[in-house]
């Protein structure tokens, strides 16, 4: 196939346009780098089967030449309100990303009878009220917050894609995705895996924001690209979560991380500091995603964490 990836730069969207090109697919990278970072695709450059359009998906998109799937990334993701990489600093433009953006390949896949995947996320469900999050639960969201710019911009993401398909018959799919982590990050994007690794590598205690309590699911990005691969070949058209099952507090996490790096430094508490809507427990239920695609992860947690540590010991050694 011959695939448009929006968000290529990204930290998934790179490792997706590395997957589909060892799959043998033709890859059009798109991005603007506004939270893109161009090194994730530097080792692409002159590969034969690979092309890049610098370009705001917000505006019209045109590419030239047959397109047999369209898979939108494209989106700030970070909820750190410090993060320049963050959707809290760049609100507009994540909406836009969310609604315009989506029109807008939505309308490329309808024009060239193209498969359309959408990437949307475990945000959708807010600070959710059902645990573990199934796809069936429509979520706990606050319409007029902070986080809603990125919330309700993936929740009107799915809801037009549906609309395409049911009224246009546009091919679609949607992923809904849990906190992922690996090589690629950007390294102070203010989330659990990047603040904690960063820390921990310099050093540093760690720094534990309320009273560690809180629970998240972290999945490693290659299982995550071979879910998403799946989903992309199969013919689902309903929500997928796509995310590892496996639960684990943040303080827990926290001690974690500092025995795989050696830290002697410990921890700090801020509790003070979680970010307004932090859902207190995520959780994704994978049911479907094993049913329908056959799909679970298979890297645990402390086995990711040290494929993740070299790329970021490199990245701080760079800054």
Sequence with gaps: ???LVT?????????????LLAEGHEVVGMDNFITGDPRNLAHLSGYPSFLFIRHDVSNFIFVPGKLNAVIHFASPASPNP?????YL??????????????????????DRGARFLLASTSEIYGDPEVHPQKESYWGHVDPIGPRSVYDEAKRFAEALTMAYHRF??????????????????HIDDGRAVPNFLQQSLKGQPLTVYGDGSQTR??????D??????????????????????????ILEFARTINELTGNQAGLVFNPDQRGVGDPQRRQPDISRARKVLGWEPKINLRDGIMKTIPYFKERLELA
Excluded: W
């Design 1 to 3: 196939m011959r695939i």
């Design 7 to 19: 968000g290529a730069a990204g930290f998934l969207g790179s490792h997706l346009c590395d997957r």
């Design 82 to 86: 410090i993060s320049p990489y963050g």
């Design 89 to 110: 600093n760049l609100p507009i433009q994540t909406m836009k990303a969310g609604a315009l953006g989506t029109h807008n390949t939505l309308g490329i896949s309808r």
């Design 168 to 185: 246009h018959g546009v091919d679609t799919r949607i992923i809904r995705i849990f906190n992922t982590y690996g090589p690629r990050m």
């Design 217 to 222: 699911s972290f999945c490693y990005v290659d």
């Design 224 to 249: 995550l690209i071979e879910g998403i691969y799946r989903l992309l070949l199969s013919d689902y058209h309903e929500p997928v979560n796509i995310g590892n099952p496996d639960e684990i507090t």
